[in-house]
C-alpha cells in the first residue's frame, strides 16, 4: 500500500505593528506604545530605533527625545530568518 505522510502545517514566520506611524507634539510628549503581533506568537521581539536623538524604544514604548523623523524596527528571528516590521517616527 502508500502511506502518505502530512506535515503538521506551519504558519509563515512574520510581524506586524499595530500603527504605522507616531506623531509627537515636542520632545516632551508622553511616551507611546507600539504592540508587535508575532508568528510564532512566542517569539523574541528585538526593538531598534535609526536615531536615538529623536525617539528611543524599550519594549514597544517610544519616548520622544528630540524633534526630527526616525524609524522604530521590530525584528524576530525565526530560523536564521530576520522578519522585521518598522514604524515611522515624527517629533514636532
Known sequence: GIIFLVADEVATPAISLDKSTLTFVGSTSDAQTLTATTVPEDATVTWKTSKASVATVS????????????KITAEITVGGTKYTATCDVTVG
Open 59 to 70: 519594549s514597544g514604548t517610544v519616548t520622544p527625545a528630540g524633534s526630527g523623523d526616525c
